[in-house]
């Protein structure tokens, strides 16, 4: 039996007249990138990418501590482990400063208040101990992936540019926080996961 194929009509066309984008194009210029389509708070949104801007400096800063500390018999590919993940998470910093600017906002850099601003934190630990560098990196990715799934489903359809993004660094974080457990278990040797 053949299912009946049922059309639905939408009571409006799915897309303005173009007639109509020119003109609320050209009434609104001052807003930049910020259209009337966006459903959310413009200045709520922008003070949220401050902190995460916050957070992606200070992992910046710890990846990059770490990366040039970390000593003893095995730690070369963990420092470049920690390099890279430095670079990665610049990456990260420069996409929300952007993602500010483009919402009118002036991207955060102060170093004043940058920690009380950041969701992870600077741990070190200490500056010998290539295990306990390893772990506060962990924590600090796991930290990382629970707050961005927290403001990806906060952002969700009210500001899609921001939540593509977010949804890009949560991958990141997810496959850093990957890498931080694979090394902890190579240098402790043992599963830290239950399987």
Known sequence: MKEAKTETKRSEPF?????????RARKSIQKGAVTQNYDGDVKQSIDILQNVLATEIVCVLRYTMHA????GISSESVQAEFAEHAKDEQEHMMSVAQRINQLGGKPNFNPEGLASRSVSEYRGGNDDDLIGMIKENLIAERVAVE???ELIHFFADKDITTRVMLEHILGNEEDH??????LLVAHQGKPMLSK
């Open 15 to 23: 897309l303005s007249d173009v007639k109509t984008l020119r003109e």
């Open 177 to 182: 926080a990957s890498d931080m457990h694979d």
């Open 68 to 71: 040039i500390s970390a000593s």
């Open 147 to 149: 707050h961005y799934t």
